[in-house]
């Protein structure tokens, strides 16, 4: 734990950040700051303890902020910035009752959780995990004509729940791999994007029906909440692919399991699930055909510390009561 003692503002920051917003936060000379020193998420009863009387907050997705935690600061803090594009952790509503300004990081996570997202599809629809397991594990004997087939990109129809910059990025990234068609799902069209990469807006329910490859893409709001479920799967190709790198409260995992188990769909990727981590015992990972990541996509050290560095920035900006390069509007 470090802690400076001045007049300055007081900032509390919920996890050892990456070195560039770290640096930026240092230097700054605007603050004084403690800091929890850990790759691990600070403990409730501590995070409660340590707010109490700061002026701003630094915080990343594990941490709720909601009303216990609002009260427990108490009046003084007027700015939260969460290093995440993501802000379903944060309770919007008691930030603004509160007229507690919020900061968030979109675009500069972009590249690399569209990129991770690309490697997901084709390790989940090639079965890279599976033909690693069984290459390593003796399963390798000869060459075989339809051992370890799966499913390719060109000729393909993509769909995109939630056409915002990640799935524009994604679908770009997509494009060069021949796919046929991108349709698209959200509250509106958008046309702006969507003409970008040709795609067309459809429902729920043709997305659901023609999607070779169906990427979830969406915020978690209460609209999206559980909305790839029994229905969703029941109305998918045999031979379809989901992926999801949002958040995992977009899935129910238990019809999404039953739609894997008995080849309702062909696979799945996953990059995100509820609860995260998810525990080892969880039926999903007894499946070959769904392949589970710790919720990597933003992870390049080049994106987290653009993500520490604009989060920080967010944070001295509003404490300052300057306009924020990234604010949510409440
Ligand atoms: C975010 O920023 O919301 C991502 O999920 C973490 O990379």
Known sequence: MQRAQSTLPR???TRSVPPDGLEILRNSGQVQFEMWDSDDPVPREELLKRVKGIDGLLCVLTEKIDAELLDAAG???????TMSVGYDHLSLSELKKRGIRVGYTPDVLT???????VALLLCTSRRLTEATHEAKTGGWGTWRTLWLCGYELANSTVGIMGLGRIGLAIAER?????????????????PELANQIQAEYVSMDEMAKQSDFLVVCCA?????????????FS???????FINTSRGGVVNQEDLYDALATGQIAAAGLDVTVPEPLPTSHPLFSLKNCVILPHIASASFTTRNAMSSLATNNLLAGLRGNAMEKELKL
Do not use: H
């Not at 590249?111 to 997202?117: G, N």
């Not at 978690?220 to 969703?232: H, S, V, W």
């Open 111 to 117: 590249d690399a959780v569209a990129e991770l997202t």
């Open 75 to 81: 009046p003084n803090l007027r700015v939260v910035s």
């Open 220 to 232: 978690l709001t209460p609209e999206t909440q559980g909305i790839c479920n029994k229905e969703l």
């Open 235 to 241: 109305k998918m190709k045999k031979t379809s692919i």
């Open 11 to 13: 900032v509390y920051v």
């Open 174 to 190: 997509l494009k060069p791999f021949k796919v046929k068609k991108f349709i698209y799902t959200d509250v509106a069209p958008r």
